[in-house]
């Protein structure tokens, strides 16, 4: 019994210090610096254990941050991950509306390649799209994707969406996250032709794997006007 009481007493006190750091750096700047654990222990005659669980926790919750040889100090604002957008989205995002003509929708047997990308089975039935993908009326990119037709029976038969993630959202399929891999290449004859360059003329080539939680729903290779696209990337501070 007098061990339980201890425990809370010891579990008070944590709390007593940590809602004191909280308030005490409420509004501070990044890089303000934390008070020191010899200070906490002396103003509130605690267990440095206890200062230390205190200062732990909002370390945690992403208000402080420990630096080795230097100290704590109030943390920079966590940056949210780039969300995952479809082609439609994202040119919304720069203001132009996309629109789509559709070069080939049909079900297929996927070759070695195709099923290791998706996880299946070789031979297994695969919805293969091929888009012509335009924002603002100017042809921006050539699709080509394949879909898990197992996770997506009578895709096809229901009419092609205008936007692949939207009517991935409907099934609760759409991606919450991506694989991409990204490169410069020069353009083919055939794409030259559907993209209104020469061939030869310098592309950039996207490949995406796109998953909802651990099921592969789409893999696709996207071939863009380098003229035309930039492609934007958010990242992060690197850490030790």
Not at 22 to 43: I, M, N, Y
Not at 60 to 84: D, S
Request: proline content about 6%; glycine content about 8%.
């Amino acid at each position: 019994m007098e061990q339980a009481v201890e425990m809370v007493q010891r579990e008070l006190k944590h709390v007593v210090v940590r809602e004191h750091v909280r308030s005490l750096l409420d509004g501070a700047e990044p890089g303000t610096p934390a008070p020191s654990e010899r200070e906490l222990v002396s103003q509130f005659k605690v267990a440095r254990m206890t200062v230390r669980q205190a200062l732990d926790a909002l370390v945690a919750e992403g208000l402080l941050e420990r630096m080795p040889g230097r100290g704590t100090f109030v943390a920079r604002p966590r940056r949210r991950p780039a969300q995952l957008t479809s082609f439609t989205e994202d040119m919304r995002r720069r203001g132009l509306t996309a629109d789509s003509r559709t070069l080939l929708a049909r079900i297929e047997k996927a070759g070695p390649g195709v099923a290791r990308a998706l996880e299946v089975e070789p031979n297994s039935p695969v919805v293969h799209w091929k888009r012509l993908r335009r924002a603002g009326g100017a042809t921006m990119c050539l699709e080509d994707a394949y879909l898990n037709e197992a996770l997506l029976p009578g895709f096809l038969a229901s009419g092609l969406p205008s936007s692949l993630y939207d009517a991935l959202q409907g099934r609760r399929l759409r991606p919450t996250w991506a694989e991409d891999a990204i490169q410069a290449d020069v353009a083919s004859v055939e794409e030259a032709d559907l993209l209104g360059l020469e061939p030869g003329q310098p592309v950039l080539r996207l490949a995406r794997r796109a998953l909802c939680g651990d099921r592969v729903v789409q893999v696709s290779r996207s071939t863009y006007r380098s003229d035309r696209f930039t492609l934007h990337v958010q990242l992060g501070e690197a850490t030790a």
